[in-house]
């Protein structure tokens, strides 16, 4: 998907209560702030992106409400504030229990100021990979424990882990797992070939 940066100067409070209010004031648009304050805006997906995401967050969506004594899941329009300063919204997430019922009830229901355990991105065929690439480290940067970037475009997907190098799968025809974060969670990546 495109994106597009609006640089906005000399804001005096562009504090995480001014990103809110400007999301909300916003609502059709898909909006995330970078590391250095900048404003970013996503475009929406084509049909096909939206399909091979939608069958995504299904696959992900049926395990957190299998298990949803372990933590929580959301869906892309949920952003979340790192600790560099950025608020990123990634297409799934999950945060476990523990650490989403220790922000308090201000804090779930904004920005939460935390980094997901586990997260995955969708690339459309519009997006960068370069840029996906490094969005994906910055999660891991930031406190991320596992993030899936899955790419139906050129069928590979690239699993990022703290401290270890980052797995390549170079074909859409296995099965991706997330058992060290995310118990029992798995993703048939061949669902997402046609």
Same mark, same amino acid.
Not at 106 to 119: G, L, N, S, T, V
Not at 179 to 186: A, I, K, M, N, Y
């Given at each position: 998907?495109e ?8 804001i005096?409070? @562009?504090?995480?209560n001014w990103?809110?209010?400007?999301c909300?004031a916003?609502k059709?648009l898909?909006?995330e702030r970078d590391?250095?304050?900048q404003?970013i805006?996503?475009?929406p ?5 939206? #399909?091979k995401l939608?069958k995504?967050l ?5 395990w ?14 949920a952003?979340?504030r790192?600790p #560099?300063?950025?608020m990123?919204a990634p297409?799934?997430?999950?945060v476990?229990?523990e ?5 308090s009830?201000?804090? @779930? ?5 935390i980094a997901p355990d ?5 690339r459309?065929k ?5 840029d996906?690439? #490094?969005?994906?480290?910055?999660w891991?940067? #930031?406190g991320?424990q596992l993030a899936?970037?899955?790419d139906?475009?050129? @069928?590979k997907a ?9 797995e390549?799968?170079?074909s ?6 997330a058992t060290?974060?995310v118990?029992g ?10």
């Amino acid at each position: 998907m495109e994106t597009l940066s609006l640089k906005i100067p000399e804001i005096p409070d @562009q504090s995480d209560n001014w990103l809110f209010d400007f999301c909300i004031a916003n609502k059709g648009l898909r909006i995330e702030r970078d590391t250095h304050g900048q404003i970013i805006i996503m475009s929406p997906t084509g049909g096909i992106s939206s #399909n091979k995401l939608f069958k995504v967050l299904t696959a992900f969506s049926e395990w957190a409400s299998k298990n949803s004594d372990l933590g929580y899941g959301f869906e892309s329009s949920a952003g979340f504030r790192l600790p #560099n300063l950025a608020m990123r919204a990634p297409d799934v997430a999950w945060v476990s229990k523990e650490k989403w019922e220790n922000l308090s009830t201000e804090e @779930q229901e904004k920005f939460p100021p935390i980094a997901p355990d586990f997260i995955i991105e969708v690339r459309s065929k519009s997006d960068s990979i370069k840029d996906l690439k #490094n969005k994906m480290k910055e999660w891991i940067e #930031n406190g991320c424990q596992l993030a899936w970037l899955v790419d139906p475009v050129e @069928q590979k997907a690239y699993i990022y882990k703290p401290g270890k190098a980052i797995e390549e799968i170079s074909s859409f025809n296995q099965t991706v797992k997330a058992t060290e974060v995310v118990p029992g969670f798995s993703l048939d990546l061949s669902k997402l070939k046609a």
